[in-house]
């Protein structure tokens, strides 16, 4: 199917969440991941009218960013990052999702020329296989990079577990809201944190009406 077909079909579905949860759909920024697929197909995505991408990994980010170099578009890495490659992604990218440790936020303080916009990662599920920070541990972290001053805390990330059962999704998106209220109510300067990103192509609309303000969508929407 078309990418533009797919993207009115989740523009719909943003729309009827937003609407439940009364919100508005100017909060909502859709990230079109395209990890999965060639320049072609992000192309397309974009003619369709997606301005945020996302990538997970250093080659398939450079790549594209490469390739689309010029045009109007903001460049969101989501993925693990690893501290020695920071300098390769640092001068192009707009926003990085997966701040979730001092080392890292070290090196992209070192690197950086200007202010970078950083989500935490937090591992609300506390799943094994998957990276972020506990809950617990997102203030004292918040403390520490207080003397990091090329980094910007706009929000926090999290992925809900792989799960079927809504409940437990809804659970995981309402704690990192909770834990994002939390953040706010410290008004740190170096972390407004103002956004959340979470939702993907199985949960973002549940991920909307519990706040969130940036849906990560691949599968979905290029698959
Ligand atoms: C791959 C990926 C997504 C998109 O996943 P889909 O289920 O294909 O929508 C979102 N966020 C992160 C961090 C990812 O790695």
């Given at each position: 199917?078309?990418?533009?077909?797919?993207?009115?079909?989740i523009n719909r579905k943003i729309e009827h969440a937003c609407l439940k949860s009364n919100r508005s759909i100017e909060e909502i920024t859709l990230i079109?991941?395209?990890?999965?697929?060639?320049?072609?197909?992000?192309?397309?995505?974009?003619?369709?009218?997606?301005?945020h991408?996302?990538?997970?990994?250093?080659?398939?980010?450079?790549?594209?960013?490469?390739?689309?170099?010029?045009?109007?578009?903001?460049?969101?890495?989501?993925?693990?990052?690893?501290?020695?490659?920071?300098?390769?992604?640092?001068?192009?990218?707009?926003?990085?999702?997966?701040?979730?440790?001092?080392?890292?936020?070290?090196?992209?303080?070192?690197?950086?020329?200007?202010?970078?916009?950083?989500?935490?990662?937090?591992?609300?599920?506390?799943?094994?296989?998957?990276?972020?920070?506990?809950?617990?541990?997102?203030?004292?972290?918040?403390?520490?990079?207080?003397?990091?001053?090329?980094?910007?805390?706009v929000g926090l990330m999290t992925?809900?577990?792989?799960?079927?059962?809504e409940?437990?999704v809804r659970?995981?998106f309402k704690?990192l809201a909770e834990?994002k209220e939390?953040?706010q109510?410290?008004?740190?300067?170096?972390?407004?944190c103002t956004y959340l990103s979470m939702g993907m192509?199985?949960d973002y609309e549940v991920a909307i009406e519990e706040g969130a303000t940036h849906i990560r969508i691949?599968?979905?929407?290029?698959?």
């Amino acid at each position: 199917m078309q990418v533009a077909a797919k993207l009115e079909e989740i523009n719909r579905k943003i729309e009827h969440a937003c609407l439940k949860s009364n919100r508005s759909i100017e909060e909502i920024t859709l990230i079109g991941v395209t990890k999965y697929v060639t320049i072609e197909r992000t192309e397309e995505a974009i003619q369709a009218g997606v301005h945020h991408i996302g990538e997970n990994r250093l080659e398939g980010f450079r790549e594209k960013y490469d390739h689309f170099q010029g045009m109007d578009l903001k460049w969101h890495f989501i993925g693990t990052l690893q501290s020695r490659k920071v300098k390769d992604i640092i001068h192009q990218v707009d926003v990085i999702h997966s701040l979730d440790r001092l080392s890292l936020a070290k090196e992209i303080n070192k690197r950086a020329q200007q202010t970078v916009d950083c989500f935490i990662q937090v591992n609300v599920s506390k799943e094994e296989s998957k990276h972020g920070l506990s809950p617990e541990e997102v203030l004292p972290f918040l403390e520490k990079l207080r003397d990091h001053q090329k980094i910007q805390v706009v929000g926090l990330m999290t992925m809900a577990p792989h799960t079927e059962d809504e409940t437990v999704v809804r659970q995981v998106f309402k704690r990192l809201a909770e834990l994002k209220e939390q953040v706010q109510e410290k008004g740190y300067e170096h972390a407004p944190c103002t956004y959340l990103s979470m939702g993907m192509s199985n949960d973002y609309e549940v991920a909307i009406e519990e706040g969130a303000t940036h849906i990560r969508i691949g599968s979905k929407l290029v698959g």
